[in-house]
């Protein structure tokens, strides 16, 4: 199946530290999603993005949707160990201009965060 | 407001079985897609369904299939089990089809012995 490449794999850092991690594509999307997903639970969702250049933030989470629509990246400030888990960027595109194929999720390979105290 | 909801939490069958799981979205989303998380696979797109109809599918053979109920609920059904059909299941639901983003239910283990 079809997956976004996702960078880097894992992380161990110690808590306090800035950690980022970025999205890339090989096709455009008009939307890009970062989700953070917990041993045993569903992706939770982090930050949506809806516009090429866009920079959100969310507390400690800042993400941007790249001009190219092509990546997006996700900077977490100041990680604390609750950081701890598994983050998924996803892209999506929606209405019929896009292959036809809407609204489902492409996912990137995850990024495992460890945080020491 | 109560989230996503998916049950069961797991399920162990043998190959060649047949399972139902089942998905209640968020109240007043009308879409609810399907994903699959199997080991090395990452979360792959199964199904879509939004106001009863299948408006997607992913690229997963005919013995999975679903559907949606007027209430918005939807099933899982998955034919002749085979062993890699081992995975976490989650469904996720979103306000109807346009930008609003999807979010998951924590999914249905999946065990084919």
């Known amino acids: 199946g079809q997956q976004l490449n996702q960078s880097p794999q894992s992380m161990f850092i110690q808590e306090g530290e800035d950690v980022s991690m970025n999205c890339t594509s090989s096709?455009?999307?008009?939307?890009w999603l970062w989700y953070k997903q917990d041993p045993g639970e569903g992706p939770v969702l982090l930050i949506a993005l809806y516009k090429a250049g866009e920079l959100t933030s969310n507390g400690r989470l800042t993400a941007q949707f790249g001009i190219t629509r092509k990546d997006s990246f996700l900077n977490i400030s100041a990680s604390i160990p609750s950081d701890v888990g598994i983050y998924f960027c996803a892209g999506r595109n929606t209405g019929v201009n896009y292959g036809g194929a809407t609204n489902k999720l492409i996912f990137g390979t995850g990024t495992l965060l460890a945080v020491q105290p | 407001e109560a989230g996503v909801t998916q049950s069961p939490t797991h399920l162990i069958k043998t190959r060649g079985q047949q399972v139902t799981l089942r998905c209640s979205p968020i109240s007043g989303h009308t879409s609810v897609y399907w994903y699959q998380q199997a080991l090395g696979l990452g979360l792959q797109f199964l199904l879509w369904?939004?106001?009863?109809?299948?408006?997607n599918r992913g690229n997963f053979p005919p013995r999975f299939s679903g559907r949606q109920f007027p209430n918005y609920s939807s099933e899982l059904n998955v034919n002749a089990l085979e062993l890699e059909d081992s995975a976490l299941y989650l469904c996720?639901?979103?306000?109807?089809?346009?930008?609003?983003?999807?979010?998951f239910g924590d999914g249905t283990r999946l065990s084919i012995l």
């Open positions: 369904y939004d106001e009863g109809e299948e408006r």
């Open positions: 096709s455009i999307f008009n939307t």
């Open positions: 996720a639901s979103s306000v109807g089809t346009g930008l609003q983003p999807q979010h």
